[in-house]
């Protein structure tokens, strides 16, 4: 996923927010109690990857159709698309805890109708319900912490809404991992997000409004109760008047923009040289984000392990628990490097470990296909003529089929019984021909095929992760914080969102079609060639924006050249 915050932090900022909330734990019940909407996002995001494995098993028409395992996969990214901008309407016009406990209602009901599907279109609805939660928590949990949070410790209160969506997606792997042993599967471990959302809804009930909301609906004594829980009493006045002074500054800039309407807000950021620059910018870092493939794996991640020759379910799901641990890590590290090292050059480096390794990962795939077991005619009628592959048996080439030939003809392989690397049988991709298979020992394969070096792609799978988390993870989302004006922070700041989500929806929705068209390895090298693009992208559009000030970020996207700030850092290219 691989949606993030736009607030960053530094080390001495978690140490006071560590010493600050231990004084007052009202401020860490805030803040956690809101960031549940962010462990939400992470599990609902993550949870499908697993339970895919066992939708697929459960009803054939969706291991036969792999438009409709992407369209399962892909309908929570529609609908966060659709939840993000009504989300964000929502917490203008009703508020920030309103919002939060609507999105709550809507992840319970999205989680109820998973469960209790009986049929895959009703698994589609359920994700759409659901992907409106996680649109309306993107938007809602961090704005709620951020205006609930002490301004010296804002950062490190924020960023923890990112660490618990990773936290979130590591989680849901190990709900995925406890539930592959019993008989509800999949039904349960998409119906247990409704357990979150009820706790949260809970909290949330005991817990104040924004006082930023609600100073700007002109409901000053109720701000100035929740500032003196949250600010010792002598800090309440004068964090009044700061809060006065943002209000109106906000108010005069949109009164500055004209209507305030979104097509006068996005038209005036059209116009500005400046903000053009910055969109170019801060687009080209949120479509790179998708287009390097990160949410295949999120999304897909057991799936890509079966393909490297991995079978079984629960080995697949217990290996992609390490890809998920490394995102969760990795955002750590970025919390503590993005402000040592600069966004530019960490989203760089970043880029050229992604790009080494998705190259890698389709030489490694493109190995495994190369030397995928043969198809043995005697082994393929040994459950009788009926099971064999249709395909297989109308052939005119049969004799030189090898099991990714197989596969590819939507059938499914089942191992020699002595070996899984010998000779196996090529057939029909049923539920009954699957049981049969495995009633004689044997292993069933219908994504990858059994490989001497497929372990080589877990391993690179993971140094993947590590590549991204640190710098594509969630630089884009801290560089998208700083790179506009003020003024139009907000449009741009959407603008380049929706970008992201678009691209993600893109991906997702395509991923198995491209495994089907190019098979895995072309589909890599593919990301990698994206990818390619992402990198020249940033060198020649991305400026440095570490250690500036707004005003001087401005003045940098203003010359639309080699910059060298009052602060002595080195030149940087704006274009």
Known sequence: MVEGDAVKADKAEFLECWQTTWKTPYIMRLALSAGIGGLLFGYDTGVISGAMLYIREDFEVVDRKTWLQETIVSMAVAGAIVGAAIGGWMN????RKKS??????????????????PFPGFIIVGR??????????????PLYISEASPARIRGALVSTNGLLITGGQFLSYLINLAFTKTKLTWRLMLGVAGLPALVQFVLMLSLPESPRWLYRRDRVDEARGILKRIYPSNQVDEELRLLHESVEAEKAE???????????????????QVVRRGLYAGIIVQVAQQFCGINTVMYYSPTIIQFAGFASNTTAMALSLVTSFLNAAGTVVSMITVDRYGRRRLMMISMIGI????????????????????????????????????????????????????LKQNCGFCANGDSE???????????AVRGKCRSNHRVWFTEGCPSKIGFLAVVVLGLYIISYAPGMGTVPWVLNSEIYPLRYRGT?????????????????????????????????????GFSLLGLVGIYFLVPETKGLQFEEVEELLKQGKKHKSSKGQKEVLAQ
Not at 103 to 113: H, K, P, Q, S
Not at 128 to 141: D, E, N, P, Q, W
Not at 512 to 525: I, R, S
Request: glycine share 10%.
């Open 355 to 406: 790009i080494t390794c998705l190259v890698v990962l389709a030489g490694v795939f493109f190995q495994s296909a190369s030397h995928a077991p043969a198809v043995n005619a005697l082994e393929s009628t040994h459950f009788g003529s009926n099971s064999t592959c249709s395909a297989y048996i109308s052939a005119p080439d049969a004799s030189s089929w090898n099991c990714m030939s197989c």
């Open 421 to 431: 690397y010998l000779p196996g049988a090529c057939l029909d991709l049923t539920k």
């Open 100 to 117: 939060i406990l609507v999105a709550d209602v809507v992840f319970f009901l999205g989680a109820i109708v998973m469960a209790v599907a």
């Open 92 to 95: 203008d016009k009703f508020g």
């Open 128 to 141: 759409l319900i659901v992907g409106f939660g996680v649109g309306m928590a993107s938007m809602t949990a």
């Open 254 to 272: 949109e009164g500055a923009i004209g209507d305030g309407s979104i097509i006068a807000k996005v038209k005036g950021a059209l116009n500005s």
């Open 492 to 528: 741009g700041g959407g603008i380049a969102a929706v970008s992201n989500w678009v691209s993600n929806l893109i991906v997702s929705q395509t991923f198995l079609t491209l495994v089907e068209a190019l098979g895995a390895a072309g589909t890599f090298l593919l990301f990698a």
